[in-house]
């Protein structure tokens, strides 16, 4: 069972332009994270933000978390042709077992 | 090398055959996770060590399925028996402790049983 979903499932935009991404959960988390995935690839963490925190970044990413409305978002800016990839948000549950829930993820493409 | 490895990285396993995937933590770490991955779909959690300890194995999905992690460092996923829905992605992550910690990931074992 998944307890992410991501919104869209897809997204196409033009370089340059900037990619949102959005991430539902249902249950209290401890924290959460985001990691991207190439075709055929490993996953790559992005950025983890703990459940006290409201907003995060690293270079042209930026994440929000809005516990009281179990939501998260991702936001490219600027976005370039590397970016394309899958997106997936993953939480970690406060009564829950050492592992990572994941969502099905957002394929994001990113037109030269 | 500095980062999760796994291997074989493809596996073509005849339905019944037995397969073992292979996963090298980074140095350190103390916990290791076993995912499974359909296409299209987010990794799915099978199973934790921290060091040698397997401490959940509520996602590996029959017991066809093991793990073992014997000197908490490599881990061993095996398969008994494989059939035709075991075909997935194998993904294996190590953090230095738990999930709180950033996990870092294998690029996988993709087993596709024929």
């Known amino acids: 069972s998944q307890q992410g979903e991501e919104d869209p499932q897809a997204l196409s935009i033009q370089e340059g332009e900037n990619a949102t991404m959005n991430c539902s959960y249902k249950?209290?988390?401890?924290?959460l994270q985001w990691y991207r995935q190439n075709s055929g690839r490993g996953l790559v963490h992005l950025i983890l933000?703990?459940?006290?925190?409201r907003e995060k970044h690293s270079g042209r990413l930026r994440v929000t978390l809005d516990t009281s409305k179990k939501s998260s978002s991702l936001l490219i800016t600027a976005s370039r042709a590397a970016d394309t990839a899958s997106y997936f948000c993953?939480?970690?549950?406060?009564?829950?077992?050492?592992?990572?829930?994941f969502g099905q993820g957002t394929r994001l493409t990113i037109n030269p | 090398g500095a980062g999760v490895s796994q291997s074989p990285r493809y596996k073509v396993a005849k339905r019944g055959q037995d397969v073992a995937l292979r996963c090298d933590p980074i140095s350190g770490h103390v916990s290791l996770f076993w995912y499974q991955q359909a296409l299209g779909q987010g990794p799915e959690f099978l199973t934790y060590?921290?060091?040698?300890?397997?401490?959940?194995k509520s996602g590996l999905p029959s017991d066809r399925f093991f793990a073992e992690r014997p000197e908490g460092s490599v881990s061993t996923l095996k398969i008994q028996r494989t059939q035709q829905e075991d075909s997935a992605v194998y993904l294996c992550?190590?953090?230095?402790?738990?999930?709180?910690?950033?996990?870092?990931f294998g690029q996988g074992t993709r087993l596709t049983v024929v």
């Open positions: 249950t209290s988390i401890n924290n």
């Open positions: 060590f921290q060091n040698e300890a397997q401490l959940d």
């Open positions: 992550a190590s953090s230095l402790y738990g999930v709180n910690t950033e996990a870092f």
């Open positions: 933000i703990r459940s006290n925190e």
């Open positions: 993953a939480t970690s549950l406060i009564q829950g077992a050492q592992k990572l829930v």
